[in-house]
């Protein structure tokens, strides 16, 4: 359950005041003509834009605000993780994904590693055992060599400098650092190195809103890599300490397989909404389709003769949701290692799927089983736009809290603990293998409107990410919001079901799962949807219902219009 999902708020006996334009919950979204980012932290948006204020292009801005996101914002992504992006390429008008995820050790069989694990059933979410390969940095420089103009040094002196200098934590940030040291805390005993986290990180405990934080060992690396570039990390110093350090703590990685890494670039796949909108994601091993197959099914239904917040609205997204992810927890791996059924993605697929909804109540189970990938995954998304029309979409993420809680030496990173995804049993097409990379929850995305490339955006936060890119959707093409009020309102979440870790015959623990809602749905629709056999509770954190950035284009005025996330620190701005 999602931290403190049953604890009221404070009570403040004044609510929202008025506008004189669009919702009294939202404010306006943002807009300008030369250039645009959105991130989580309003720093990262400043080192964004005064890149693109250099010359560079919007992959220079996007890297430029990710290295700073990787200082700024540890508790939801980093160099020691993977990433994700499409790319609009402003001379094609054609959409470009990379996958920078990386693999598991090759020198390691599921037989070993179920040794190690003993009677385990399921890999740890910390320690050495769930680390592959940090996928960001390589992903870094392939974009680069294919859209950056300005030289890598140039594109991470701003990370390097307040890596050194200090900058303010942000108060969303200050929570989620406090969390993940006691979540580090709770399990110090499967983590057998944590000295160098805490020097990093908590040497003082964690550090607070307002409080100065420095990483001068992130600096020194960050600068390393700019004058250096991507072989220092893979095949240099820096990979003979990464591989010393794990093989030290009891990672069965070795440098060989820094050495071997690479990112794949990959093509984007579309499925259409209604009136001229469709939405794109990249291919497994991510959970992208996910969200193109509710997609399928929810298209089959005119969601706009019932409001918003309605019971209805909510029964159908959250049917759709758990529909697709009983696919995911069967189907979505690695395609190196098994392919993805296409079918999946059909239009009659997915009237087939809709035929199964009940408009009436809540189905007991959909076969064949529905996975619970919502984990405790923080992410960052951030989107940046430049003058060219280039439009960058980008997830990075630690997975679980800040990573594994092992920090090589000296470098100011964390390695990410996104093998704990992987399946062990044999038969299921994640089960975990040598040299293969995970099934991943962090998701980039496109909105086409007519034909064409419209919005660059993205909802960070594990299992979150497909039932939010559907419901912006939603809100934007269904009820007629903006950017902003389509991120700012209340939204759901669907937790629970069968994993992609588990074994693909054995039966669901918790089929239906639990349905949390914002503070925003009516406790009338919240009864409903109960009346209908859901599973309700509400959260009023904001923490498990994502975070959203976006960026959308005017084909005729090439106006730029941004909006960000209310739910953490972040702004959109633009020049």
Not at 37 to 64: E, M, N
Not at 457 to 462: D, E, P, V
Request: include cysteine.
């Amino acid at each position: 359950m999602p931290a403190a999902a049953q604890d009221k708020p404070a009570t403040e006996e004044i609510g929202a005041g008025g506008r004189p334009v669009g919702a009294e919950w939202s404010r306006s979204p943002v807009m300008a003509m030369n250039g645009m980012a959105a991130t989580a932290q309003p720093l990262a948006t400043q080192v964004a834009l005064d890149i693109l204020k250099q010359g560079g292009s919007a992959v220079d801005a996007a890297i430029a605000a990710n290295a700073t996101l990787g200082l700024m914002e540890p508790t939801g992504n980093g160099i020691g993780g993977d990433l994700f992006a499409i790319i609009l390429d402003p001379a094609t008008r054609e959409m470009h994904g990379i996958n920078g995820s990386g693999r598991t050790p090759k020198g390691q069989t599921l037989k070993q590693l179920k040794a190690k694990l003993g009677d385990a059933t399921s890999l740890p979410p910390v320690g050495p055992l769930p680390v592959t390969i940090p996928g960001t940095v390589d992903a870094w420089f392939e974009m680069h060599a294919k859209y950056g103009k300005l030289p890598m040094s140039e594109v991470l002196a701003p990370a390097v400098r307040y890596a050194r200098e200090g900058h303010p934590v942000a108060p969303v940030i200050g929570y989620y650092l406090d969390r993940s040291l006691k979540a580090f805390e709770r399990r110090k005993a499967m983590i057998p190195e944590f000295d160098n986290a805490r020097s990093v990180w908590f040497a003082d405990g964690a550090p607070k809103a307002g409080d100065v934080f420095r990483n001068p060992r992130l600096a020194h690396t960050l600068e390393t890599l700019g004058e250096k570039g991507r072989d220092e990390f893979y095949k240099g110093a820096m990979a003979r300490t990464m591989a010393d350090y794990l093989e030290r703590t009891g990672s069965a990685l070795r440098y060989e397989d820094f050495a071997a890494h690479h990112s794949d670039w990959v093509e984007p796949v579309c499925v259409a909404y209604k009136d001229g909108y469709e939405l794109c994601e990249l291919p497994p091993n991510g959970q992208g389709f996910a969200a193109l197959q509710m997609v399928n099914i929810l298209k089959n239904v005119d969601l706009s003769q019932y409001p918003r917040g309605s019971a209805e609205v909510l029964h159908y997204i959250t049917e759709a949701k758990r529909l697709a992810f009983a696919d995911v927890a069967r189907f979505y791996a690695d395609p190196d290692f098994s392919a993805f059924p296409q079918d999946l993605l059909s239009d009659e697929y997915g009237r087939d799927r809709f035929a199964m909804i009940d408009p009436a109540k809540a189905s007991a189970d959909f076969a064949p089983g529905e996975p619970k990938l919502e984990g405790e995954g923080d992410t960052t998304y951030l989107t940046v736009a430049d003058k060219d029309g280039m439009m960058v979409s980008l997830i990075q993420s630690n997975y679980r809290g800040m990573g594994s809680g092992l920090s090589p030496d000296g470098l100011g990173f964390m390695f990410q603990d996104r093998g704990e995804l992987f399946s062990l049993d044999p038969k299921h097409p994640n089960a975990y293998a040598p040299g293969k990379r995970p099934f991943h929850t962090i998701i980039p995305a496109f909105i086409k409107k007519d034909g064409k490339p419209w919005m660059s955006f993205g909802l960070m936060g594990g299992g979150m990410q497909p039932q939010g890119h559907v419901q912006i959707l939603i809100n934007i093409v269904d009820f007629g919001m903006n950017l902003q009020e389509a991120g700012d309102a209340a939204r759901l979440m669907h937790d629970g079901g069968r994993q992609p870790t588990e074994d693909m015959d054995g039966p669901s623990a918790d089929p239906l799962g639990t349905l949390f809602i914002e503070a925003g749905i009516s406790e009338e629709t919240a009864e409903k949807l109960r009346a209908m056999g859901h599973k309700v509770k509400y959260d009023y954190t904001g923490a498990p219902f994502g975070g959203y950035q976006a960026i959308a284009r005017d084909p005729e005025t090439g106006v730029y219009t941004g909006a960000t996330e209310m739910r953490k620190d972040g702004i959109a701005a633009g020049y």
